[in-house]
């Protein structure tokens, strides 16, 4: 019989919990855990959407060209916080990448 001023100890790895749930959900259960704010994220879905929104073009990008230049954005922007700056550096990424491609097509 557990004790009331015994904490249950969680078996889970905590990895269940992340498969289990929306990243929103995580993030929320997470600043509540450490008692913090997180103020900026890039998540690949989110972002592959917005881009579509902008222009169909970008609705053939492959998953890890986002992923490149979502890492490329948050390197490249400094003590920025706006998101539409980050998606303005994943499209430069892209588009940059995409015509290097293109380019080296007809060599």
Sequence with gaps: M????????????????????????VLNAVEKFYECKIYGILDLQEVEEHLKLYDEKYSSVSKQMILEGIEYAYNKVESCWEYEIYL????EYIDTHT????DDAYD
Excluded: I, M, R, Y
């Excluded at 015509?99 to 293109?102: D, F, M, P, Q, S």
């Design 2 to 25: 557990a004790d009331n001023n015994t904490q249950q100890v969680d078996s889970d790895d905590g990895l269940l919990f992340f498969h289990t749930h929306s990243l929103w959900e």
């Design 88 to 91: 303005d550096k994943v499209q």
């Design 99 to 102: 015509a290097l491609a293109e």
